[in-house]
């Protein structure tokens, strides 16, 4: 077997913060010609996907992007990049309220929720049926594919699949982001001013979530035991 090459990080870019500030501030996304597109769900809600349109015979790339990123992630282009050089068409999802517009429901999206990654699998399955169907899914959206890749087993249509940076265990990875150190204070600050945010302007549409719990959020546990669990269906955030 093949094994691939051994990941060596620049010099002068040697630890985890570092690469992942350097990435997040510094590394601009390329430009990409893409397409927007909007499905409306079964469910009465609505995804926005970007396009990367290609030959229909052409190996098609799905892309899911991590905690409150979206289509428009550098590394999401990163990825489509590579696809569009390779002659590859692309499709990358937004998680629902992470296109720019709220979701007309109270749901969102979280990392066990795979039902969107198999609309958008059954969905470029019938466009192009012979076409090879491959996924890339980084942090959260990572998780999203290998899950999705279990509850499939061997009927899973698609060719590859790679999940990239993936948290597999959530509950070790919320205590790192809720730990007592500067780095993860700025990380946990950066996800829970938009987590927060958007789920307070719900509060107002939906009397279910308390705006009060939500706005004492401190950190990413108490973000899901306030709004994650009990908006789908788990019993707190240790059932998460």
């Known amino acids: 077997m093949l094994l691939p090459p051994r990941f060596e990080p620049l010099r002068w ?9 350097f990435g997040t501030l510094l590394r601009r996304g390329p430009r990409l010609a893409l397409r927007r597109e909007r499905w409306d769900l079964s469910d009465g809600d ?10 229909p015979d052409a190996p098609l ?33 937004n ?6 517009e709220a979701n007309r429901l109270l749901r969102s999206y979280h990392s066990g929720e795979t039902g969107d990654l198999g609309e958008a699998v059954r969905r470029a399955r019938s466009e192009s049926p012979r076409a090879p169907l491959l996924l890339a899914g980084c942090s959260l959206g990572g998780n999203v594919v290998v899950k999705w890749l279990g509850e499939q087993g061997d009927a899973a249509s698609v060719q590859a699949a790679v999940g990239l940076s993936v948290p597999f265990d959530l509950k070790l990875c919320a205590h790192a982001l809720d730990a007592r150190d500067a780095m993860a ?17 719900k509060a107002d549409r939906f009397p279910q979530l308390d705006p ?14 306030a709004v ?12 998460y």
Not at 13 to 21: A, I, K, S, V, Y
Not at 185 to 201: C, D, G, H, M, S
């Open 95 to 100: 998680f629902r309220s992470c296109s720019g």
């Open 212 to 225: 009060s719990r939500v706005g004492a959020a401190r950190t990413l546990f108490e973000f899901d035991e």
């Open 185 to 201: 204070f700025v990380y946990r600050t950066r996800f829970l001013r938009t987590l927060k945010r958007k789920a307070l302007e």
């Open 228 to 239: 994650t669990a009990p908006v789908h269906g788990f019993s707190g955030a240790e059932d």
């Open 13 to 21: 870019l040697r630890g985890p913060h570092g690469q992942t500030g």
């Open 46 to 55: 609505f995804l926005d996907v970007e396009r990367l349109d290609g030959s």
């Open 61 to 93: 790339l799905i892309v899911l992007h991590g905690l409150e990123g979206s289509a428009s992630s550098h590394y999401v282009r990163g990825l489509l990049a590579r696809a569009r050089d390779r002659g590859w068409r692309g499709m990358a999802l």
